[in-house]
């Protein structure tokens, strides 16, 4: 079975910028949720996705939004990049709720 | 307010040691707890988790300890290996939006 897919998996934008991040489930899960991970603040909630509807969102600005498609592909877009958006973004799914989450390897965002 | 945290940032043991991974937690409510383990340039992987209705719990080499009384998690490796030394994050599932919360959390380094 494969696992969680990201893409890409480094990307390098400049301030002002926007920026959408992809990620594929393992096959049959339908819940899917992202992470940004930076050496300060660790490994931080975004927001969840299950049958196309955000479930649950982290405290990040709007700036910061995600969508889910029908296949249970999802998208995270960041619009007007700032420098402190610099971080491993963390796609994670898993099959009706949050235990047992599978991580995906990861998108490297740098913000110049 | 809701925070997980870990006691020791690295942890340096020798190859075949035993080795032990704090966990704190501020949030009693929080039902679920998981460790992941996170090696360089990989997104997290599950190794176990435990329910609060529990106190402990095996897996292959690895056990969890869950003390309640002083929201106290602990993850315990036996004979660990070069392959174990990664960065391992507690996490519980009680945020205010229902999701994970993950701790810093700590690097483990395995002398041959």
């Known amino acids: 079975k494969a696992g969680v897919t990201q893409t890409p998996r480094y990307l390098i934008k400049t301030r002002g910028q926007q920026v959408t991040l992809s990620c594929s489930p393992i096959?049959?899960?339908?819940?899917v949720s992202w992470y940004q991970q930076t050496p300060g603040q660790g490994l931080q909630f975004l927001f969840e996705y299950f049958s196309e509807t955000q479930r649950n969102k982290g405290n990040f600005p709007g700036r910061f939004s995600g969508r889910q498609f029908s296949n249970s592909r999802s998208e995270m877009n960041v619009s007007t990049l700032e420098l402190g958006d610099s971080a491993l973004y963390l796609c994670?799914?898993?099959?009706?709720?949050?235990?047992?989450?599978?991580f995906g390897p990861g998108t490297r965002l740098t913000v110049l | 307010g809701e925070s997980v945290g870990l006691h020791l940032p690295t942890l340096s043991v020798q190859e075949g040691d035993n080795s032990i991974i704090n966990c704190a937690y501020s949030n009693s409510a929080s039902d679920y707890f998981i460790w992941y383990k996170q090696e360089s340039g990989k997104g997290p992987q599950f190794i176990i988790d435990i329910r609060s209705n529990m106190d402990k719990r095996q897996g292959q080499r690895v056990t969890v300890l869950l003390n309640k009384t002083v929201k106290h998690l602990s993850l315990q490796i036996a004979a660990t290996q070069p392959g174990d030394s990664a960065v391992y994050f507690c996490?519980?599932?009680?945020?205010?939006?229902?999701?994970?919360?993950f701790g810093k959390g700590t690097k483990l380094s395995v002398k041959p």
């Open positions: 996490a519980e599932l009680g945020g205010s939006q229902g999701n994970l919360i």
């Open positions: 096959s049959g899960h339908r819940s």
């Open positions: 994670a799914s898993s099959f009706g709720s949050h235990r047992e989450q599978f």
